[in-house]
Each structure stands twice: as structure tokens, then as C-alpha cells.
């Protein structure tokens, strides 16, 4: 199918473009979901708005109290190598680097990848325990939604006709955090999560347990979702069988899975319990050993 591509140099002619044309325009960042999507009959634009000359959307800033703002047009593999990432943000930096392979992660975008709205979207869940604001463009000018709150199901999000993601925003880590991103699928690369989990502690003297947790999870519901319950049980004591085995239920009692062609939603359900617990030791041993 052809396509009328247009290049805009600026958001707002990028957004002017899409709001002429409200459900015939698709902005792409690095278009590789577009191509799949058109191959699959899912999705069929006339009109192609390039964001790539887009200077602002591919930068990535220091916010000065320690978090950053990432361009959304950004290269993901560019974004796995950036040491500030790795330092800071880890959980982050891990699930960049399971996006498929690397010539994939160069053509791909954050802006992209979570614009898709896939449930198994491999920068959900850690975007979700650094509680992330998503930009947006549009309109009616900017705005700023926390990322908890722009998914809306399958390939649904918040943006309206004429939006665009510009920028995701991270806010500083608490004092001395550790984060880790675990993904379970079929192969080691180039596939889908069955199940992800992310996971984010701090040391923290209010907490019964002297440690916080926040878990989200991806693949296991229409969206990714942050666990709450999990989260508040890891708070109130020491991690022993019988906290183990509550956090597992809680984890499981949260999650929403499907049955498909991948994995049946008993197992996923099952999963997401062993990989909350698997990422709640991983970042227990880092805090222990003062390293990310």
C-alpha cells in the first residue's frame, strides 16, 4: 500500500499534520511496528508523518534533582548504552536490552514502543515502578500523564487525534535504589514476554521490613500493571516463607491473564508470581552488596 509521507521539522507542524487528517495520519518514530501491523492488515494509513527530523524528540536531558528526560524518538539501543540509565535507572536499562535484537532496538523508539500499547510492551513495567510521565503533544497544547494512567487497554491509550508522544520523564530513584527487570518468553530473544516483571527497592527505616518495594508486571493483563498489594506485604515484614507465599498470592490475585496461542493463562498466572519473587531476591542481593 502506498503512502503519502509527510516530514514536519517541528512538534506542532507534526501535530497540525495529524490534526488535518484525525484517523487517516499515523506518526512513527522508527515504524517498525507499522510495518507489521500494515503487513497484518491492522493498520492502514494514507498519510505517514515521519517524526525523525524532529530535533527535540530525540534528546535526552538531565532534569537537575536526578531524573531524566528522555526524547521519544530516541533509539532504544542508543538508550540500553547510555550510562546514566545503567547507573540510575536499571530496571530500565535491562528491559531495553531484551527488546528483540539490536538492529531492532536501532530502529525502535520508546515513543513507539509504548505508544503500541502492547501488553507485553518490554518498557512497561519498569517505567512503571520509576512512576514515569508521559509528555504529550497535541492540540490543545501539552500535558503530562502519569504512564499508570495511559494505557487503556490493547493498542489503546490516551492520546487523541492529533497527539504525539514527546518526551518520557523520569523522576530521581529514592536514596539508594536498586531496580531489575525480569522477562520470561518462549526464546531468549527476539520474542514477546509470556510474562515480565520489574522490580525497584530502597532501604527505608518506616518500612517494618527497612525495605520498599514497587513490582509491576506486563503480559499478564489487558495492560501493564503496578502491584500494590504485593508491595505493601513486602513492607510490613521480613521476607520469610510465609511472606513469600503472600506476595506469590497477591501477585497471582492481581493479575489478569489470557489463554492464546503462546502460553495458557494458568501458567502466566503461576509465572508472574515466580518471576515477582525471583526480581524481589535479585534486587535484595544488589541492596546488600551496594552495587546495581
Known sequence: MDFLIEQPDTVEEAVRILAERPGAARAVWGGSDLVVEVRDGLSRPEVVVDLTRIRELVEVRETGDGGLSLGAGVPLEHLARRPELAERFGALAEALRAVGSVPLRFGSTLGGNLATASPAADSAPPLLVLEAEVEIAGPGGRRRPALADFFQGPRRTVLGPGEIITRILLPPPPPGARGTYLKFARRRALDLALVSVAALGWPDAEA?????????????????????????????GRLDEETRTAVRRAVEAAVRPIDDVRAAATYRREMAGTLALRAVDRVLRTLEGGVA
Do not use: W
Open 208 to 236: 517494618a521490613s527497612g525495605v520498599r518495594f514497587r513490582l509491576a508486571a506486563g503480559a499478564v493483563a489487558p495492560t501493564p500493571l503496578r502491584l500494590p498489594a504485593a508491595e505493601e506485604i513486602l513492607a510490613a
